[in-house]
Nanobody, 122 residues
Framework: QVQLVESGGGLVQAGDSLRLSCAASGRTFFTYAVGWFRQAPGREREFVASMSGRTRNTNYADSVKGRFTISSDNAKNMVYLQLNSLKPEDTAVYYC???????????????WGQGTQVTVSS
């Protein structure tokens, strides 16, 4: 069983940066694929970034590529999402997730955090 708790969201202006953190429980957490999804009001939850379990290869949605960076600290059981050059359209609740495969499909992930709100003003 894995538990995930996100933090680091907030209200920022366009062009600003934020770093989201995801604290994970479980001794074997480093073997899981991890990802970040987001959900804006009235929209479906969408893929943002993922990192595979063993090789730590990363993958990004086109809308965030070059601006967002996913990383992890296995010793601390932490996953991060660095958000740079934020835009108003990045406003959403951001969710940390973990599973056996690093895919873009929401249903492939088994564990989810409660989410953290990111609001970007213009």
């Amino acid at each position: 069983q894995v538990q995930l708790v996100e933090s680091g969201g907030g209200l920022v202006q366009a062009g600003d940066s934020l770093r989201l953190s995801c604290a994970a429980s479980g001794r074997t957490f480093f073997t899981y694929a991890v990802g970040w999804f987001r959900q804006a009001p009235g929209r479906e939850r969408e893929f943002v970034a993922s990192m595979s379990g063993r090789t730590r290869n990363t993958n990004y949605a086109d809308s965030v590529k070059g601006r967002f960076t996913i990383s992890s600290d296995n010793a601390k059981n932490m996953v991060y999402l660095q958000l740079n050059s934020l835009k108003p359209e990045d406003t959403a609740v951001y969710y940390c997730t973990a599973g056996s495969l690093a895919t873009r499909r929401l249903n492939d992930y088994d564990y989810w955090g409660q989410g953290t709100q990111v609001t970007v003003s213009s």
